[in-house]
Nanobody, 124 residues
């Protein structure tokens, strides 16, 4: 059974940092493109960051560029999202997702597998 499991969320003050992890199981995701999305309360889910399998292509939403970094450890079948200089508007449930696409998509329908999400709350 293919699973993506996020962890690392929590409550942090504005200006602080968190690192989210997404552990994949069920098969190797070393050749998949991995992405992060987030959904704030009452809003639609939005793209955050994506990285292809080799790391040669990464792409970030403008709202997180320069503050968030996506990375991956293919040997561990894990993708990370380092979040620095957090702001209250970063508060959301964060989801990781995987796709076999060779491009770096920023839209939900391109992704085949999703995690259950982890809550990130940034206090002001």
């Amino acid at each position: 059974q293919v699973q993506l499991v996020e962890s690392g969320g929590g409550l942090v003050q504005a200006g602080g940092s968190l690192r989210l992890s997404c552990a994949a199981s069920g098969r190797s995701f070393s050749r998949d493109t991995m992405g992060w999305f987030r959904q704030a309360p009452g809003k639609e889910r939005k793209f955050v960051a994506v990285r292809n399998w080799s790391g040669s292509s990464t792409y970030y939403a403008d709202s997180v560029k320069g503050r968030f970094t996506i990375s991956r450890d293919n040997a561990k079948n894990t993708v990370y999202l380092q979040m620095n200089s957090l702001k209250p508007e970063d508060t959301a449930v964060y989801y990781c997702a995987a796709t076999g696409s060779t491009v770096v998509p920023a839209v939900e329908y391109e992704y085949d597998y999703w995690g259950q999400g982890t809550q990130v709350t940034v206090s002001s």
